[in-house]
């Protein structure tokens, strides 16, 4: 079964740090761009990083650059996004999603993952 599974999710304070895992099966991530995109209660869903099949410009959403760093282990066939400075603002369901040969958008991929929850609060 082909699949992308997030994980890493959890209730963190304000000004503290998550790294999220985006772990493939079933096909092999590093053929793929990697976005991570995110949706909040009642908010659209938004882009927030995309790690390309070459890895030398990931992008990030202006919100968090400066603060999250998008990763890859193709021999882990993982994906990861390191979260720093966490603000409530940055409260949401993360998603990965995978396609190929460009990052995908947010209502378009090839693969989707189930989502992991962050939650930022004191």
């Known amino acids: 079964q082909q699949q992308l599974v997030e994980s890493g999710g959890a209730l963190v304070q304000p000004g503290g740090s998550l790294r999220l895992s985006c772990e493939a099966s079933g096909f092999t991530l590093g053929y793929y761009a990697i976005g991570w995109f995110r949706q909040a209660p009642g908010k659209e869903r938004e882009g927030v990083s995309c790690?390309?099949?070459?890895?030398?410009?990931?992008l990030y959403a202006n919100s968090v650059k400066g603060r999250f760093t998008v990763s890859r282990d193709n021999a882990k066939n993982t994906v990861y996004l390191q979260m720093n400075d966490l603000k409530p603002e940055d409260t949401a369901i993360y998603y990965c999603?995978?396609?190929?040969?460009?990052?995908?958008?947010?209502?378009?991929?090839?693969?989707w993952g189930q989502g992991t929850q962050v939650t930022v609060s004191s």
């Open positions: 999603a995978a396609d190929s040969p460009y990052c995908p958008g947010k209502d378009d991929a090839k693969y």
């Open positions: 790690i390309g099949i070459a890895t030398s410009y990931p």
